[in-house]
């Protein structure tokens, strides 16, 4: 019995190169489309906000007496695969994907911010809230490395660069 090796080879040729086609196509878990630098790719999933809570926190109302709003923005898209998780005085609050926003309402008084992402290094800040506090995290790619950095933005850079942005849930919603 002659066996024709040249047809079995192509068929388990065009089956391998079905299956890595169909595996390439697979998006990853917990990823959703986003726009990077006009190119479509997709991002890290994190649970947002319907359009109505993230109008409101666009439009900057004020909070309730006694209380203040501590914005903490994430504008840029580098590391688009990792979370950034969020604490406030060491308690898990929200986490931020790429091109996301939060907005935590707390009491006034002075806290301390620490914003935790896989395989870079945590970054503190000490704040005092009053009736709003904006913040801006970043993670810079260089060649081999990245940095985390977190800072203190003023209200007209925080409005302008969460017009795009997606608002992420906090637990204290």
């Not at 909070?63 to 994430?74: D, M």
């Not at 081999?144 to 850079?157: A, M, N």
Request: proline fraction near 5%.
């Amino acid at each position: 019995m002659i066996i024709n090796t040249s047809r079995w080879l192509k068929l388990s040729l065009i089956a391998t190169l079905a299956t890595l086609i169909s595996a390439c196509a697979t998006p990853a878990r917990d990823t959703v489309p986003c726009t990077i630098l006009q190119q479509h790719a997709r991002c890290v999933a994190v649970p947002v906000h319907d359009d109505e809570h993230e109008d409101e926190a666009k439009a900057l109302t004020p909070a309730p007496e006694g209380f203040g709003y501590l914005y903490i923005t994430r504008p840029y898209a580098q590391q688009r695969s990792v979370k950034a998780k969020l604490f406030v005085n060491d308690v898990f609050l929200a986490e931020l994907g790429p091109k996301s926003f939060a907005r935590i309402k707390i009491r006034q008084g002075v806290y301390r911010i620490k914003i935790t992402a896989e395989k870079t290094e945590d970054v503190f800040i000490s704040v005092g809230m009053k009736k709003e506090t904006f913040l801006e995290y970043q993670i810079a790619e260089h060649f081999f490395s990245t940095e985390p950095s977190i800072k203190l933005v003023s209200k007209e850079r925080a409005k302008e660069s969460m017009q795009p942005l997606d608002m992420v849930v906090s637990r204290n919603d």
